[in-house]
């Protein structure tokens, strides 16, 4: 079964950071690429970045280049995102999602940016 | 940047009713079209890929078509399970794109 579980979100001041992990397990990680996607609250679905299976090609929504960061670590079936320099609007779930289209999804995690 | 515009924002429909949701680009993506649904709580579905081709174990009853910058999501008889938020993606160009999202409601 495939699974990709998200962790690493929470409660954040503006200016702080966080790191956004996805397990995924029950396909072969490495031969696919990998996708952020994000909801913010009472929004539509926004695509954040995604990275290739080996990391040659790496893409960021205008919104958040310069502050997040991908990654992945495909020894480890994990795929990250560095989050920097938070502001309020990043407020939202955040999904991880493999391929192009995303067949995949994971369930999300919350993160808030909130004084 | 492609811009994704879905009709309506809100579609209110019977069950065993059909449903007909609109996607439109800014730009032809070559049918490099996706369908999500989308339920409170829970992970987006994958539907419809390559504007017109359903996911692995999605009804028969979904539907795509359309190509270049129009495309068509229909859903033919609407079950209970069906009553969720409907998205379009462009997987065409960077940065990705999706419309905006149709809510298909209890008429």
């Known amino acids: 079964e495939v699974q990709l579980v998200e962790s690493g979100g929470g409660l954040v001041k503006p200016g702080g950071s966080l790191r956004l992990s996805c397990a995924a397990s029950?396909?072969?990680?490495?031969?696919?690429?990998m996708n952020w996607v994000r909801q913010a609250p009472e929004k539509g679905l926004e695509w954040v970045s995604s990275?290739?299976?080996?990391?040659?090609?790496?893409y960021y929504a205008d919104s958040v280049k310069g502050r997040f960061t991908i990654s992945r670590d495909n020894a480890k079936n994990s795929l990250y995102l560095q989050m920097d320099s938070l502001r309020a609007e990043d407020t939202a779930v955040y999904y991880c999602?493999?391929?192009?289209?995303?067949?995949?999804w994971g369930q999300g995690t919350l993160v808030t940016v909130s004084s | 940047e492609i811009v994704m515009t879905q009709s309506p924002a809100t579609l209110s429909v019977s069950p065993g009713e059909r449903a007909t949701l609109s996607c439109r680009a800014s730009?032809?993506?070559?049918?490099?079209l996706a369908w999500y649904q989308h339920k409170p709580g829970q992970a987006p579905r994958l539907l419809i890929y390559?504007?017109?081709t359903r996911a692995t174990g999605i009804p028969a009853r979904f539907s795509g078509s359309g190509s270049a910058t129009e495309f068509t999501l229909t859903i033919s008889s609407l079950q209970s399970e069906d009553f969720a938020v409907y998205f379009c993606?462009?997987?065409?160009?960077?940065?990705?794109?999706f419309g905006q999202g149709t809510k298909v409601e209890v008429k």
């Open positions: 029950g396909f072969t990680f490495s031969t696919y690429s």
């Open positions: 999602a493999s391929g192009g289209p995303s067949d995949y």
């Open positions: 990275i290739s299976p080996t990391t040659t090609y790496i």
């Open positions: 390559g504007a017109s």
């Open positions: 993606q462009q997987y065409y160009n960077w940065p990705r794109t």
């Open positions: 730009q032809s993506v070559n049918n490099y």
